[in-house]
């Protein structure tokens, strides 16, 4: 089983570059996440999506959007890059609110 | 402010010493879970806990939920090489959605 994908696994980028994080899961979880990872800090929700179609923010949104079109991807972009948003971003995915998370392996990615 | 604060945040120990991590917040939760995550990779669940007072046991890792579900503890005897990692606790409140704790960093030597 896949379970939680994530493409790409490591990035390098300049700033004021954009591009976008994909992740694709296939458990048909309705419930998918986007975190940022930085030492110390443990995991800090971004966005996240309870359906497709429909995306929320969470404790550390800006700079960074989301959208949902299928039920098995949830996409996270940077429009424009920031060191600051250098860190490792872990996408999850859940059954419902409060259950269980299962997440990738991570893309870590670094902003010049 | 952590909502969910974890000690120690770095732990080193032998291997075959027993240990405990704690997870406390000042805030009541409806469950709580914890994770393992190794490096390069995505945190995995070890276990939820629901009940206040609530003990689980996996292998040589017993995890307990507060009696006021506020904290928890993760305890692991004899410990092993395999069980090194970042321990992630994350607590639920109601509908709001899991909030983490920063990790206890634990490295067992052989």
């Known amino acids: 089983n896949a379970g939680v994908t994530q493409t790409p696994k490591f990035r390098v980028l300049k700033t004021g570059q954009s591009m976008t994080l994909l992740c694709a899961q296939d458990m048909n979880h309705e419930y998918m996440y986007w975190y940022r990872q930085d030492p110390g800090m443990g995991l800090r929700l971004i966005h996240y999506s309870v359906g497709e179609g429909t995306t929320a923010k969470g404790e550390v949104p800006d700079g960074y959007n989301v959208s949902r079109l299928k039920k098995q991807n949830f996409l996270l972009g940077l429009e424009s890059a920031a060191p600051s948003q250098t860190s490792v971003y872990f996408c999850?995915?859940?059954?419902?609110?409060?259950?269980?998370?299962?997440f990738g392996d991570g893309t870590r990615l670094s902003i010049l | 402010t952590q909502l969910l604060e974890q000690s120690p945040q770095f732990l080193s120990i032998q291997e075959g010493e027993n240990l405990t991590v704690y997870c406390n917040s000042s805030?009541?939760?409806?469950?709580l879970q914890w994770y393992r995550q190794e490096p390069g990779e995505g945190p995995v669940l070890l276990v939820t806990v629901v009940t206040g007072g609530e003990v689980k046991k996996l292998k040589r890792l017993t995890f307990q939920f507060g009696d006021a579900r506020k904290d928890s503890s993760l305890h692991i005897t004899a410990a092993q090489p395999g069980d090194t990692g970042l321990y992630l606790c994350a607590g639920v409140r109601g509908a709001q959605k899991l909030v983490f704790g920063q990790g206890t960093r634990l490295t067992i030597n052989p």
């Open positions: 999850a995915s859940s059954y419902s609110n409060g259950q269980p998370q299962h």
């Open positions: 805030s009541v939760f409806s469950s």
